[in-house]
């Protein structure tokens, strides 16, 4: 590795890449909770991508999508697999989704409403996908339950988005930085 | 060229050797292959998560009934060709599972700008990681998380160079022991176009 | 919370909506014609809208199915008479094509899908 101080990356830039790391951290630490179901996901690791609507520009709030994709497929190594166009299909579903109700419909809906829009797109888009490559048509008997136990985790996460940004010393400072 | 680099384009050369065979003993000699490679570079191999894909997959083919009837379950048939396709597709993707694990493996650096954006952020997860453990106490989140980030806004980055260019030698036999996978790899898909192994249904 | 507003509630409905659709598919699997063949004994099966072609060993030789746009027929047979080469496509759940003289017999089975006009058959 060479040194990264060499590399004239300017702030904002870093800023993303802080939380990308962010983003990684969290699904390290949701590949620690033990869950009942296989392909059963809390989507934790979406966490920075709901709390950068407010402090990201759109450049930079889709880079910081590319960089939780890859950075996610290098740490568990499933960069080349089968596995990282799921991730891929889910986070550009989402990413997108979100981006447009927090930019056009923000009056009217808050973080928990995005959250839910978002694991609603990403699933059905992986669905769509595992249609595809893993289950043919029995893909549609999965998706009832996949999507609820989406649904949940998303609102979940949607409160605990809403309430950080509402208490969190650092959104705020964010916020006032935000180009 | 750097030893994890070899790597890399080892992986890439021998992905179409996997994603083309359409023998079920063949991609299944490729996969244990694929597996061992993992294995050597210090990956876990479990047997269950392996075993849910490989059950659900093929199952999942069931429900397209194709060639010579089994047995009946519940006025549902069991079928040898939707069998076999199931059990071929699922190790297809645990095949490109292992090889995927083998080539990132050695952490190899990405070229440009993406690269570098990529490598920074894995400094930043390093710090993340170490400076999560020493936050206390970790409740509520909130709070946590608020001091956690403002902690790595303080700090800069200042990272350390770590150097992975081996010597000349060391890359040649990585070459040369990568080249020998490669060669592995496609003869297994050759012979399971040329026939060479039997295949069933 | 304060914080919630009302096109959340919107969005959650909806999603709830579309998980209570999603349930609806559960059923279109039970009725899903399949083509039986029945040939030495032996029993296959195969889904009536993936298109394939099959053969089958008999007392005489080999007869070839194929199924293609959700219809079936016999597309060879090395029986004499050609009967079931005759008998041409069929594609409703009951059909049947036998081949006498080298014991295979084809049936499509499964519950009807819709009432279907004499019509359709010719239109496509």
Redesign the interface.
Same mark, same amino acid.
């Given at each position: 590795m060479t040194r990264l101080s060499d590399r004239h990356i300017p702030a904002r830039v870093e800023f993303v890449a802080l939380l990308a790391a962010f983003a990684l951290f969290l699904s390290t630490v949701e590949y620690m909770i033990p869950k009942p179901v296989p392909f059963m996901r809390i989507g934790l690791a979406n966490l920075p991508l709901i709390i950068g609507l407010g402090i990201l520009s759109d450049r930079e709030y889709f880079l910081l999508a590319v960089l939780k994709v890859f950075g996610q497929g290098l740490v568990t190594g499933t960069i080349f697999s089968y596995i990282i166009l799921f991730s891929l299909a889910g986070t550009a579903a989402s990413t997108l989704v979100m981006y447009v109700f927090y930019r056009f419909a923000r009056r009217f809906i808050s973080l928990l409403g995005v959250s839910i829009a978002g694991a609603m797109a990403s699933n059905i888009a992986q669905l769509q996908l595992s249609r595809l490559i893993l289950f043919g048509d029995a893909a549609r008997l999965i998706a009832p339950p996949f999507l609820a136990v989406g649904l949940v985790t998303s609102i979940l996460l949607g409160l605990f988005a809403e309430s950080f940004v509402v208490k969190s010393q650092w959104y705020a400072k964010q916020k006032e930085n935000r180009p | 060229m750097s030893a994890s680099q070899a790597t890399l384009l080892m @992986? $890439?050369l021998s992905?179409p050797a996997l994603l083309l065979q359409d023998n079920l003993l063949g991609i299944a000699c490729q996969v244990l292959y694929v597996i061992f490679l993992a294995i050597g570079r210090g990956?876990k191999f479990r047997i269950l !998560?392996n075993l $849910?894909l490989l059950i +659900?997959?093929s199952? %999942?083919?069931l =429900?397209? !009934?194709? @060639?010579?009837?089994l047995v009946s379950l519940g006025g549902f048939?069991v079928?040898l060709g939707a069998l076999l396709l199931g059990a071929r #597709?699922a190790l297809t993707?645990m095949g490109?599972?292992y090889? +995927?694990?083998f &080539?990132? +493996?050695g952490?190899p650096?990405f070229p440009g700008k993406?690269g #570098?954006?990529? %490598? &920074?952020?894995?400094?930043?997860?390093e #710090? /993340?990681?170490t400076g999560?453990r020493s936050i206390q106490p970790k409740r509520p989140? /909130? @709070?946590a $998380?608020?001091r956690l &980030?403002?902690l =790595?806004?303080d700090s800069g +980055?200042? !990272?350390a160079? $770590?150097?992975?260019k081996g010597s000349l030698r060391a890359t040649t036999r990585v070459l040369i022991t990568n080249a020998m996978h490669v060669l592995v790899l496609w003869s297994l898909f050759f012979a399971g176009y040329l026939g060479l192994l039997p295949a069933f249904g | 919370m304060r914080r919630l507003k009302p096109g959340d509630f919107v969005i959650l409905i909806i999603s709830v909506a579309i998980i209570l659709l999603s349930m609806r598919s559960f059923g279109e699997f039970s009725g899903k014609p399949e083509v039986r063949v029945r040939a030495g004994g032996k029993q296959w099966v195969y889904d009536l809208s993936v298109d394939t072609r099959a053969t089958f060993d008999g007392p005489v030789g080999s007869t070839t199915m194929e199924i293609e746009g959700g219809k079936v027929h016999v597309h060879d047979s090395d029986c004499r008479n050609k009967v079931c080469i005759a008998a041409g496509w069929i594609s409703r759940p009951g059909q049947w094509i036998i081949c006498l003289p080298n014991d295979v017999f084809i049936l499509i089975e499964g519950s009807e899908i819709q009432e279907e006009g004499g019509a359709d058959d010719t239109a496509f």
């Open positions: - | @992986g $890439i992905l990956r !998560p $849910i +659900s997959v199952s %999942a083919h =429900l397209q !009934p194709n @060639g010579l009837h048939s079928t #597709k993707l490109l599972l090889l +995927s694990h &080539m990132v +493996s952490r650096e993406l #570098k954006l990529v %490598a &920074m952020q894995f400094y930043y997860f #710090k /993340i990681t999560w989140f /909130i @709070g $998380i608020d &980030m403002l =790595l806004e +980055s200042e !990272p160079s $770590i150097s992975t | -």
